[in-house]
């Protein structure tokens, strides 16, 4: 009877909402990484650190993070998410904890923040989307996968002004009669608090029962296959391709992410941090926004999309550089559209790799596939460096990054026609 019907789905569609919710705020919570920018800034002078001191717990937490997406999501296939998710949680406030009872050592800063926190977050990070997409049918991978990863592209409009205010709340003046920010207790709080509510959260995130997967053609799923393992992902053509676009994709936003500040100072002075602000809000609009067109016109045609535009923007800026007549209103849209670029990719390829590699082994291949993210922040951060220190400007590397651009929107074309995995 259609009462019956209808009253047997409806339960199961408010199910997949909670859990995409639960998934969209861990994001929200693991994005205490972020708060590093502010810490940093903080660090006392008398723990004696060097700029490239206060650097390495921040590169070594991205770096380990995105090592830990493999083999969390290979356990997240087999285990769920659930657990996968509470060990998250459980690893990332321990690990903020360690690095605030360290009193002031680097080692337990690295070991802290760099480590323990670093694994928890790939722990989360790997089993948020899967868990939410599988409630969903194809025609909705993209919208729910940018969803689910919009909450850490969010995350620093939050965690920037909550570390500022612990930090402040806990400050103390020490036997110099220097006043020194609440570094080690603010670590304890930020880790307390992401324990408390990521594995709370981490209880509403499970995956369907089997009966309810939906398997109809969408056209984000251009070539629909069946699962695969990773072993014969890795031979296919399309997983390189995808790689390389993603390592592009991911270069040009890390490197903007990382000198976001700077970019702001010259026309907005005392206020750019506003630029990180707008960065993130660009950041999270531009996962939710590109997951939804991607299901409505494909993957393939997005990505073309999402790399012409960026490289239209990088442009932008190059000559952007030159000029000393640039408005803070114009510097804060070229911002928010480049964090916006950036963010598609984290949903554009979480839902390319369920479209083409299927469901089963998605935490797996994910992982994989993330390792070009991974790769990415650390190498184009440092050559930008590298290449100010040579130049004493951006310009070479803007070019650069739209020459990257260009080559990704050509290869976006290429993956239309690349043959899909043998069934």
């Known amino acids: 009877m259609p009462a019956s019907s209808d009253s047997s789905t409806t339960p ?48 070594a937490a991205c770096l380990v993070f995105a090592l830990t997406m493999i083999p969390a999501g290979w356990l997240q296939d087999r285990i769920g998410p659930r657990w996968i998710c509470t060990i998250g949680g459980l690893l990332t406030g321990l690990g903020c904890i360690v690095a605030g009872l360290g009193g002031g050592s680097l080692t337990a800063f690295v070991l802290g923040f760099g480590g323990l926190a670093g694994v928890g977050i790939g722990f989360g990070y790997s089993a948020m989307t899967p868990a939410a997409i599988k409630w969903f049918p194809p025609q909705r991978t993209g919208l729910i996968a940018g969803l689910v990863v919009a909450g850490f592209g969010l995350a620093p409009v939050y965690i920037a002004p909550l570390a500022t205010f612990l930090l402040t709340a806990f400050q103390r003046t020490n036997e110099s009669g220097v006043i020194e920010k609440g570094v080690p207790q603010t670590m304890i709080a930020l880790g307390l608090g992401v324990l408390v509510v990521v594995t709370g959260l981490a209880q509403l995130v499970r995956n369907p029962p089997r009966a309810t997967a939906v398997q109809t053609s969408s056209p984000g799923a251009e070539a629909q296959s069946k699962d695969l393992p990773w072993r014969d992902m890795l031979k296919t053509g399309r997983f390189w391709l995808l790689w390389v676009m993603y390592f592009c994709g991911s270069a040009a936003g890390l490197t903007f992410i990382s000198v976001a500040q700077d970019l702001g100072k010259r026309s907005l002075g005392e206020w750019a941090f506003l630029t990180v602000v707008v960065l993130a ?9 590109a997951g939804s067109l991607s299901d409505r016109f494909g993957r393939a045609w997005t990505m073309f999309g999402e790399f012409a535009f960026q490289g239209i923007v990088v442009a932008t800026l190059y000559f952007l550089t030159s000029s000393t007549s640039t408005t803070w209103l114009f510097i804060l849209m070229v911002v928010f559209f480049l964090g916006m670029n950036y963010g598609s990719n984290l949903a554009l390829f979480p839902a390319a790799t369920k479209d083409f590699f299927g469901l089963r082994a998605f935490g797996m291949n994910y992982g994989l596939l993330f390792t070009a993210w991974g790769l990415a922040g650390l190498v184009m951060p440092w050559i930008n460096g590298l290449v100010v220190d040579l130049t004493g400007g951006n310009e070479v590397s803007y ?17 239309r026609r690349t043959p899909p995995p043998a069934r």
């Open 399 to 415: 070019a650069i990054i739209v020459a990257m651009m260009a080559a990704s929107a050509f290869l976006a074309l290429i993956s």
């Open 12 to 59: 199961l569609v408010l199910r997949g909402w909670i859990v995409t919710a639960a998934a969209t705020s861990i994001g929200l919570a693991l994005g205490n990484l972020y708060a590093w920018s502010v810490i940093k800034a903080s660090i006392p002078d008398a723990w004696a650190w060097s700029n490239a001191d206060k650097a390495l717990p921040y590169s």
């Open 281 to 289: 809000l660009g950041n999270a609009s531009g996962r939710i926004l």
